[in-house]
């Protein structure tokens, strides 16, 4: 099987050059809150847009969700970059409306390979998930997507930042928030040959180092990260 892991979308059409049918297409999150200036009926119609080749391909997409959709959920008072006051509502109703098409916020490949939307640390894992022994991808993803459906409070910014980081670079944030340099120092699969497929932070092009491979490109490449279920990696 092989999968095609694309970025962070912000309301970008480049995903329609990248998905193929062919592959499991998994995306990473951040569907809103684009970095230009565009209509919000045009970030609008792509989200859909994106739902429905979920609809129509149910077996060969996965919707996973980023900060960038977290912050619009019910119930939830965060806040980030570029947040669209004046159409939260909306949003809100259509992330609502599309929850049943979504995966959560982990999606394991195989016995190597875990894809969030940030990354997972060990930090966070302790605070949240103490009793969880087995860390394998499927064992992970499962744990993390049940404690999602509980209480998504504990993916929140407020309640894993330490005092005057203000742009989730500590260890303690979640699989949503987390940046590169702390995912790197306090990674929970650090010396082992599980990787982490993540986005959240934009590179130039993908990007691999350290057990983590990074696909938020879009705003640059037009590439996406495939990868096979034998771990046969090619970009």
């Known amino acids: 099987m092989i999968y095609n892991i694309i970025g962070d979308i912000h309301?970008?059409?480049?995903?329609?050059?990248?998905?193929?049918?062919?592959?499991?297409?998994?995306?990473?999150?951040?569907?809103?809150?684009?970095?230009?200036?565009?209509?919000?009926?045009?970030?609008?119609?792509?989200?859909?847009e994106i739902v429905e080749y979920k609809k129509s391909n149910p077996d060969n997409v996965v919707l996973l969700y980023g900060n960038h959709?977290?912050?619009y959920l019910p119930g939830i008072e965060e806040m980030?970059?570029?947040?669209?006051?004046?159409?939260?509502?909306?949003?809100?109703?259509?992330?609502?409306?599309?929850?049943?098409?979504?995966?959560?916020?982990?999606?394991?490949?195989?016995?190597?390979?875990?894809?969030t939307h940030a990354g997972i640390t060990r930090y966070w894992k302790r605070k949240h998930l103490p009793d969880v022994e087995d860390i394998s991808p499927q064992n992970m993803a499962k744990a993390i997507n049940e404690l999602w459906q509980i209480n998504k409070r504990a993916f929140g910014f407020r309640v894993n930042t330490q005092y005057g980081d203000y742009v989730g670079?500590?260890?303690?944030?979640s699989p949503i928030w987390i940046r590169p340099e702390s995912l790197e120092m306090n990674n929970l699969y650090a010396g082992t040959k599980i990787k982490q497929i993540v986005g959240h932070t934009q590179f130039k092009d993908i990007f691999k180092t350290?057990?983590?491979?990074?696909v938020d490109c879009l705003g640059s490449v037009e590439k996406s990260f495939i990868m096979s279920y034998t771990n046969k990696l090619s970009t």
């Open 11 to 48: 309301g970008r059409k480049t995903w329609k050059t990248l998905v193929d049918k062919n592959y499991i297409n998994v995306f990473v999150g951040d569907y809103f809150d684009p970095y230009c200036s565009w209509p919000f009926e045009q970030v609008r119609d792509n989200f859909l």
């Open 69 to 71: 959709d977290y912050k």
């Open 80 to 115: 980030s970059s570029r947040m669209d006051y004046e159409n939260a509502q909306k949003i809100t109703w259509m992330l609502v409306d599309a929850e049943p098409y979504f995966e959560g916020v982990a999606y394991p490949i195989g016995d190597k390979y875990i894809v």
């Open 169 to 173: 670079d500590c260890p303690e944030h």
């Open 210 to 214: 350290k057990g983590l491979v990074f």
